[in-house]
C-alpha cells in the first residue's frame, strides 16, 4: 500500500510540475491551511495515542499542542482537480503525513443532474459535522465520537462516485458508491480500545500505537503499533449511501460500509479485520440553531489460531449549534458501547457517555479562538487489571487559537 501511496504522491507532483511549466500556477494552485497552538489541562491517564488508556488527544503530563495543515488545490483542467491534504504535528511519530492525494473530477451539471468522481486517497464522505478545512468540525475542537474513529481507522483509496438530482420542490436526491483497498486493519482500535474523541486523524504513511495493556492482556510486546491502510487480502470494500436534502427542512443520509476484508488473513506485520456498519445522519436548522445527529452500528471480527474474536459497537450523538454575530456556541452529547461476542472475556465491553461544550470567536479576521470542556464517563473491563477501577471520569479542557491562510 505505501507504494501505491508513494506512486500517487509522484503522480500529483508530476502533475503540478507539467502545470508549472505550462501556466501560471498562481492562476491554477489554492493553497489554503491553518496553524494551531492550543494549551491543555488533560486528564491523568496517559493518551490511547501514547500506549494509555487514556480516551483524550491529550493526557498525562502534556500541557501543550500545535499542529499545521496545509491544502493544495492544483486546477488542472475543467472540472478536474488534483488535492493534496498535509498535517505537521509534533507529537506523531512522523511529524509529517499526508492526509488526502486525490484526483476529482466534476463536469457542470447538466440539467438537474450533476456528477462527479475522486480517485486516490481520501476521507469517506460519512460525517455530517466534519465539514471544515483539514477534515475537522467548525462546531468543536473535538469531533464526536463516530466522527473521531472515522478519521482514525477509515480512509478510501480507491474511487467514489457521487450521483445529483435537484428534484425542485421536493429537494436534492443525491447517491453515492466506492470501490477501495487497503483498509483492511479498520477495526483493531474499535475491538482493542473502544471508543475514543480527538481531533487527530490518521496520516495515510502513520502507524498507530496499540494501547500498552491491551497487549499486556494477550502477553504481546509492549510497545507495539499497527497499520491503518493495508491491503492484506486482496478483497476490494465498498460502501453506498443516499442522502436527501428537503428545503427549508433537513439533510437526511444513510450509508453502508463494508471492507469485506477476511478476518483470517495476515501480513507480516498486521492482521485484517472484518469490519462493516450501518451510518444514520440528519441535519437541520430551527432558526438560529442547527443541530445535527448521527447513529452507527456495525461488527468488527479476527480469526485467530483459538477462534474467531468478534466486537459489536455503537454510537450516537446530537450537536447543537448557535451562531450570534462572531461568536459560536456548540454543545454535543455522545453515547457509545461495544459488546465482546465472546462471553467469557468482559475486559473489552464499554459503555460510555460524553458531553462536550465550545465557545468560539472570530472577531479577528483570518483567526478562530477557541475553548472547549468534554466531560467523559466510561465503564471498561480493561480498565480493572490496570488499576483503574472499573468506571472512570475524564475531564479535558482546551484552549485554541487557530490562524487561516
Known amino acids: 500500500m505505501r507504494y501505491g501511496l508513494a506512486l500517487l504522491a509522484m503522480l500529483l507532483a508530476a502533475c503540478l510540475a507539467q502545470k508549472a511549466v505550462a501556466f501560471d500556477l498562481s492562476d491554477d494552485l489554492a493553497i489554503t491551511g491553518y496553524g494551531d497552538v492550543r494549551a491543555v489541562i488533560a486528564p491523568d491517564p496517559q493518551s490511547w495515542l501514547n500506549g494509555g488508556l487514556g480516551k483524550f488527544r491529550y493526557g498525562g503530563k502534556q500541557k501543550f499542542g500545535t499542529e499545521a495543515v496545509a491544502q493544495a488545490d492544483l486546477t488542472l483542467d475543467d472540472g478536474l482537480h488534483a488535492v493534496g491534504l498535509f498535517r505537521a504535528e509534533p507529537e506523531t511519530r512522523s511529524v509529517a503525513d499526508a492526509l488526502e492525494m486525490y484526483l ?22 460519512i460525517s455530517l459535522e466534519n465539514d471544515d478545512l483539514g477534515w475537522t468540525s467548525s462546531y468543536t475542537l473535538t469531533p464526536s465520537a463516530i466522527n473521531s474513529w472515522i478519521g482514525e481507522e477509515l480512509r478510501t483509496i480507491g474511487s467514489e462516485g457521487t450521483l445529483h438530482w435537484n428534484a425542485g420542490e421536493i429537494g436534492t436526491l443525491s447517491l453515492i458508491g466506492a470501490l477501495y483497498c487497503c483498509n483492511e486493519d479498520a477495526g483493531i482500535l474499535m475491538a482493542d480500545r473502544g471508543w475514543a ?39 476490494p470494500g465498498w ?88 461568536w459560536r456556541f456548540s454543545a454535543r452529547e455522545d453515547l457509545f458501547q461495544t459488546r465482546r461476542v465472546e462471553a467469557i472475556n468482559n475486559n473489552f465491553n464499554e459503555d460510555g457517555d460524553a458531553t462536550t461544550g465550545a465557545v468560539s470567536w472570530n472577531g479577528w479576521e483570518d483567526v478562530r479562538l477557541t475553548a472547549e470542556l468534554i466531560r467523559m464517563h466510561s465503564r ?14 475524564e475531564t479535558e479542557v482546551q484552549f485554541d487559537a487557530r490562524y487561516f491562510f
Open 104 to 125: 476529482r473530477y466534476a463536469p457542470a451539471a447538466s440539467g438537474d443532474v450533476s456528477w462527479s468522481v475522486k480517485a486516490g486517497a481520501f476521507f469517506p464522505a
Open 197 to 235: 474523541m480527538d481531533d487527530n486523524p490518521t496520516g495515510l504513511f502513520e502507524r498507530v500505537r496499540l494501547p500498552d495493556q491491551t497487549l499486556r492482556l494477550f502477553r504481546g510486546h509492549v510497545p507495539g503499533n499497527t497499520g491503518m491502510f493495508n491491503q492484506i487480502d486482496g478483497n
Open 239 to 326: 460502501y453506498a449511501g443516499a442522502s436527501w436534502q428537503i428545503p427549508g427542512i433537513a439533510q437526511l443520509s444513510i450509508t453502508r460500509y463494508d471492507n469485506r476484508a477476511d478476518p483470517s488473513a495476515v501480513s507480516s506485520r498486521d492482521t485484517a479485520w472484518g469490519t462493516k456498519f450501518w451510518s444514520f445522519g440528519a441535519r437541520t436548522r430551527i432558526g438560529p440553531v442547527t443541530l445535527i445527529a448521527q447513529q452507527l452500528s456495525g461488527y468488527t471480527e479476527v480469526e485467530f489460531t483459538g477462534g474467531e474474536n468478534g466486537s459489536k459497537f455503537q454510537s450516537g450523538f446530537l450537536l447543537a449549534n448557535y451562531d450570534m454575530g462572531d
Open 380 to 393: 471498561r473491563g480493561e480498565y480493572v487489571p490496570a488499576g483503574l477501577g472499573l468506571g472512570r471520569d
